[in-house]
């Protein structure tokens, strides 16, 4: 809450209120009469202590009221902050990969697990944008459509799991999924990042393909490829000696992935390990940075019928008790 006064030259008469007091008490000591009694005993049995004490009441109450009426016309005024906010916000569809070899070790805990908080985080910082996500594996599924519910985004992203869809890596698939939820958007810019370890296998559609689809609408596709160099640990289930782990070559088709980032005018990434997974999304959400402006304004309201009402109330009051408690004799 925002106090002030729109008139405040007003409260500079506030200074004359104590000399206007010493006039008064001056003036009333000059004027000061007499007057002749036959009798001054009923005088002298009276309380002179009471009568003193009250001697410069109708004169306190007169200067408060004036006080009051000052504060009145200085305008006092409450106000309440407020802004605006107008954003030109930025579409982005999240494209992750779900498939078995997401359930590899070599980014901490595991590729699948590093990548869906990740991603989750990312979501919830983009306060001005829309987010959807599209899970891939032999196929692809939207998840959640663009929406300003970031939350709602990142507990579907904490629910995905492979195994949800038939094993495979569909990058095309995935790719052009991604790009039919912002077929209809009309936003400034509109974004991809999509996340593989692996190379294109399944689908009807090649990454590249779906690519130019996404440079004819504008669409700017960030990719990462999630996995070490070299080989990885990765836990497979045996038939007959149960869980156990093998270590499986990473094949991330960078060639095809730089491709088609260079065609939308985006960037590829590799993330070896967790921190540089971090690291990438950092970059991607200081890259697609969102236009926001804003309107700071305060609305006031008129608070100067308080002090009015009060010093009036004070002067009644001063007028009262002048003419009945506190009358003076003539």
């Known amino acids: 809450m925002i106090y002030r006064f729109a008139d405040v030259q007003f409260l500079l008469l506030l200074l004359l209120l104590p000399a206007l007091a010493y006039w008064y008490v001056a003036r ?3 004027r000061s009469g007499a007057l002749r009694y036959s009798d001054v005993g009923p005088l002298r049995r009276s309380d002179v202590r009471r009568t003193g004490r009250y001697r410069y009441a109708l004169l306190t109450l007169r200067v408060i009221a004036l006080a009051a009426l000052i504060v009145a016309l200085a305008r006092p005024q409450s106000g309440v902050s407020s802004e605006n906010v107008t954003s030109e916000g930025i579409d982005i569809v999240l494209a992750l990969d779900i ?14 697990e590093a990548a869906k908080q990740v991603a989750a985080a990312f979501a919830r910082g983009r306060r001005n944008d829309r987010i959807g996500l599209v899970a891939f594996a032999a196929g692809a599924f939207t998840q959640a459509p663009l929406t300003l519910d970031h939350e709602v985004v990142a507990n579907v ?8 869809i038939a094993d495979g890596t569909a990058i095309g698939m995935g790719l052009a999924t991604a790009v039919k939820r912002l077929q209809e958007s009309d936003a400034e810019s509109k974004v991809i990042v999509l996340l593989t370890d692996g190379r294109n296998n399944r689908g009807e559609i ?7 689809i996404a440079q004819t609408l504008g669409v700017r596709v960030y990719a990462v490829g999630a996995g070490t160099l070299g080989t990885a640990r ?5 038939p007959m000696f149960g869980r156990r782990y093998a270590q499986m070559r990473v094949d991330i088709d960078e060639d095809a992935l730089r491709e088609v980032t260079e065609l939308t005018g985006g960037r590829y990434y590799r993330a070896t390990d967790r921190a540089s997974l ?3 999304y950092r970059e991607i959400d200081q890259l697609e940075t969102t236009e926001i402006e804003i309107e700071h304004f305060t609305r006031y309201g008129e608070l100067f019928p308080y002090p009015l009402a009060f010093g009036f109330v004070v002067l009644m009051l001063e007028v009262a008790l002048g003419n009945t408690v506190l009358r003076k004799i003539p």
């Open 206 to 212: 090649d990454p590249v393909t779906a690519a130019q």
């Open 234 to 238: 990765v836990p497979v289930s045996d």
């Open 278 to 280: 971090e690291e990438i």
């Open 157 to 164: 992203i904490g629910e995905l799991e492979v195994g949800m």
């Open 28 to 30: 009333r000591t000059e």
């Open 99 to 112: 498939s078995s070899s997401m359930l590899a070790e070599d980014l901490e805990p595991n590729r699948i």
